[in-house]
C-alpha cells in the first residue's frame, strides 16, 4: 500500500512519530513502532527534507536531523504538558466528586480548608496515577493490534 503525504503532511507526521517515540521510550510496546518510525522517516528522507531527516552513508539507517529534534522536542514537551493538564483537571475533578461522596454537607463544613485540601489532593494524586497508568497501557496497545496483510499493487 502507498500513501503519498504533502511535504506539510510529512512534517506533522514526524511530529506525531517524534512524540510517539519519546512517549514509548522505554515503554511495552516501543519495539512495534521503531519500525513503523523508520519507515516515516526513510519516506521524509526520500521526499528530500535534509532539514528533518538525516541518512548516514553507508547504513540503512534515516535520523531526525539536528534542527528537527529541537523543533520536536519543543513540540513534544508541549503537547505532552498539555496532556498531563488534562489528566490533572480531570483527576481533580474525580477527586472532588469523591470527596463529596464520601462526606456529607455538615462533615465538609465542620473541616477547614486545609483538610479540605489534603483530603482532596491525596484523592486527586490517586485518580492522576491511575489516569496515567491507563494512558501508558493504552499507548502500549497501539503494536498489539494483528497487523492486515500488505495488499499488492
Known amino acids: 500500500m502507498k500513501i503519498n503525504f504533502t511535504r506539510k503532511e510529512m512534517r506533522s507526521l514526524l511530529t506525531i512519530a517524534g512524540i510517539a517515540e519519546e512517549v514509548l521510550d522505554g ?57 498531563n493538564e488534562l489528566r490533572r483537571e480531570e483527576a481533580l475533578s474525580l477527586a472532588e466528586r469523591d470527596l463529596q461522596a464520601l462526606h456529607t454537607q455538615e462533615e465538609l463544613a465542620a473541616m477547614d480548608e486545609e483538610e479540605q485540601f489534603e483530603i482532596l489532593e491525596s484523592i486527586s494524586e490517586k485518580h492522576y496515577q491511575r489516569l496515567t497508568e491507563e494512558f501508558m497501557r493504552d499507548l502500549g496497545e497501539i503494536g498489539d493490534e494483528p497487523e492486515p496483510e500488505d495488499e499488492e499493487e
Do not use: C
Open 27 to 83: 515503554q511495552p510496546g516501543i519495539n512495534e513502532l521503531t519500525g513503523i518510525i523508520d519507515k516515516i522517516l526513510q519516506a521524509a528522507g526520500e521526499m528530500g527534507m535534509p532539514d528533518l531527516v538525516e541518512h548516514i552513508p553507508g547504513h540503512n539507517s534515516y535520523y531526525f536531523s539536528e534542527e528537527a529534534q529541537a523543533a520536536l522536542g519543543y513540540e513534544m514537551r508541549t503537547r505532552l504538558y498539555h496532556l
